[in-house]
């Protein structure tokens, strides 16, 4: 599988090796659905992909990866359910695996999981539902895996990132729902980008955020009023999507001791 595949089931035979009507029988089910399941999720990728494409759509990095072939995609059942958030977290740890030593200034690389369920829910709805979800996948990993180095699990801090395998990442929720146009996707989304990849594009960042939010404007009508309101004081208030209330607290515990370092310092002071 290359990194750009979509999620392929990974059921085998049973013990009989039986046959039924619909063809192979396996604990996955037949033959003839696991079909079903891939067609789906690449049809889903399809989606994911001409969404990127579109005008609405403002992140130039998940651009570029899109034209490196440097997506990786997995499809789920409901986003905050049990079972979908340890398959995400074991696809995701996987990830993590692979892509770590490639990061550099000129690679820009992201994981996406996209889900059945919900359909089209309102935003708080669907904000509560991504930080369960997220939850989930760090109680699982919190069990085996630390933080990041200079990055933070506590969501009131600048330099919080979601943890998995002992990567942080920045989250970027998307659904139908969404009140803004480069969110909006057709299912919902949750979009995994490296924190370690923004820190390796150095001044290149800067740069390029500039050139996003300049394309937002432009293509939105604004720039995610989230970003400059709040800006790094507290990303986790971006995740979602959703402009938060001065006095909204995240829903979020983490699991992991108090970073020791914190990679944003100086940061602040470099608002552009």
Known sequence: MNEHDTK??????????????????????????????????????????GFIHTREFSCLG?????????ITHRHYR??????SAEENHRDLVDYVNTVRPLLSAQSFR???????????????????????????????????????????????????????????????GMHPGSSRASRRFTTSAIAFNSLAQFMHLGENFYSMQGAIRRREA?????????????????????????FTEEDWKCPYISRHEPAAEDFTEGLLQHKR
């Open 8 to 49: 392929k089931e990974r059921g085998t035979k049973n013990e009989h090796g039986a046959m039924s009507e619909h063809g192979m029988t396996s604990e996955h089910g037949t033959m003839s659905e696991r079909d079903a399941m891939h067609e789906h999720d690449t049809a889903i990728r399809a989606e994911l992909e």
């Open 78 to 83: 409901r986003m905050g359910d049990e079972a």
């Open 62 to 70: 998940a651009r570029a990866a899109l034209k490196r072939q440097a």
């Open 110 to 172: 992201t994981f996406v999981a996209t889900f059945d369920e919900p359909g089209t829910v309102d935003e708080r709805t669907y904000e509560e539902l991504i930080w369960q979800h997220l939850q989930c996948m760090h109680d699982i990993d919190s069990r085996t895996y630390g933080l990041d180095a200079g990055a933070s699990s506590d969501p009131g801090r600048p330099n919080f990132g979601f943890h998995t395998g002992g990567h942080a990442f920045f989250i970027v």
């Open 218 to 242: 432009k293509n939105n009508g604004s720039v995610n009023p989230s970003f400059t309101e709040y800006e790094y004081e507290e990303p986790a208030r971006h995740f979602s999507g959703r």
